[in-house]
């Protein structure tokens, strides 16, 4: 097989990490005997200011993104641009414009030691996050009246469609179904937000048409509490657009940090996209500090997608083992240069390849 995969580095220190994650994507090419080529899309802070472009991302690119395979994201966010600016105009504008749906976040405790909970084993952390993707908060719609003034109104509206909550819905119980545990526990604000009675009546009609998973229904601050309480209770969540973004940054940490925390935003069958979920880390840019271990394991979701199971399969072992051997004290920046954990995976990879592939 061979894939286009469109590469988008982007600012901060999205360019040093991704630069390890294709290091790490050429060894398993190698090794599993797949091709691919890349598109470099070279969107962010430093293209909008160099080129004085009057659009951060033209809608061309979201054209030329549709006929590729995968695309693989490295970080979006500078401090010389307004909050939010870039990562609507190119994170947002990617997720919305290829209509990925979901936003797949698992939470895998992958050495004890890297947990700040006490007993932790990695057995007790093994969450998977379905965080709904093109909804909710997120869509633009607001707002502001009398900006400025003393009698401003700032407005946005979190929106919910059956269609979109269904399909959300469905993935996760698909995913919960594949899962040994088959538990499905879906995390909402139904006591205070009304509309997420829609999520609550669409996720009882799935259940009934899915007997095998068992499901749970938690209030979005509680599941924080039991995320630190009692992680082991959870094996699937699926969520709200918004509530998966902080839950995860939560999850991130029980992982050991946001050094280890990948996402896909997917479209199932169609391209999708798939990044470290940190962001881009401003003052470590250039410094070769930067832990390029999320963006390795976004790589390995990549490969998933793209049906290269048994390459992303090995690129997660052997990052596992990584971090079980403590070869990378910590998972701190700087705790090894980024470019040498790159290679450290590289180089496990291509070397496991005789044994076992
Ligand atoms: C994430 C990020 C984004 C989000 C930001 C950059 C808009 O925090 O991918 O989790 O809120 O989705
Ligand atoms: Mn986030």
């Not at 105009?89 to 050495?111: H, Q, T």
């Not at 700040?116 to 997120?138: C, H, M, Q, S, W």
């Not at 499905?184 to 259940?207: G, M, Q, S």
């Amino acid at each position: 097989m061979s894939y286009r995969i469109g590469v988008l580095p982007g600012d901060g220190i999205g360019p040093e990490v991704v630069r390890e994650g294709l290091k790490v994507l050429a060894a398993a090419a190698e090794v599993f005997g797949f091709r691919y080529e890349t598109v470099h899309f070279p969107y962010g802070a430093e293209h909008t200011l160099a080129t004085g472009a009057r659009e951060i991302m033209p809608p061309s690119a979201i054209e030329q993104m549709r006929e590729l395979d995968a695309i693989l994201l490295g970080a979006i966010g500078d401090p010389r641009f307004e909050t939010g600016v870039l990562e609507r105009a190119i994170v947002g504008a990617i997720r919305f414009g290829l209509d990925l749906y979901v936003n797949l976040r698992p939470i895998k405790l992958y050495a004890e030691h890297l947990c700040p909970l006490k007993d932790k084993r990695p057995e007790d952390i093994d969450i998977l996050v379905v965080r709904e993707n093109t909804e909710d908060a997120y869509t633009l719609i607001g707002g502001f009246l009398k900006k400025g003034t003393p009698d401003e109104v700032a407005q946005q509206t979190m929106i919910y469609t059956r269609k979109g909550v269904e399909r959300c819905l469905r993935y996760a119980f698909e995913k919960a179904r594949a899962r040994p545990r088959k538990k499905l526990t879906l995390v909402d604000k139904a006591n205070a937000i009304p509309a997420h009675d829609l999520w609550r009546r669409t996720f009882a009609e799935l259940a009934a048409e899915y007997p095998e998973v068992q499901t749970d229904v938690n209030f979005v601050d509680a599941c924080c509490m039991w995320l630190v309480k009692d992680p082991e209770s959870y094996d699937t969540i699926v969520t709200t657009n918004l509530f998966g973004d902080i839950i995860t940054d939560l999850g991130a940490m029980l992982q050991g940090g946001l050094g280890v925390a990948a996402g896909g935003n997917i479209h199932p069958g169609r391209v999708s996209m798939f990044e470290p979920i940190h962001g881009s880390a401003p003052k470590y840019t250039g410094q070769n500090k930067a832990n390029p271990i999320a963006t390795i394991l976004a790589v390995a979701m990549m490969l998933e997608h793209l049906g290269e199971q048994a390459a992303a399969s090995r690129i997660e072992q052997v990052v596992a083992e990584l971090l079980r051997s403590r070869r990378l004290p910590s998972l701190k920046a700087g705790a090894l240069p980024t470019s040498e954990i790159g290679d450290l995976v590289a180089g496990a990879v291509r070397a496991s390849s005789a044994a076992t592939a």
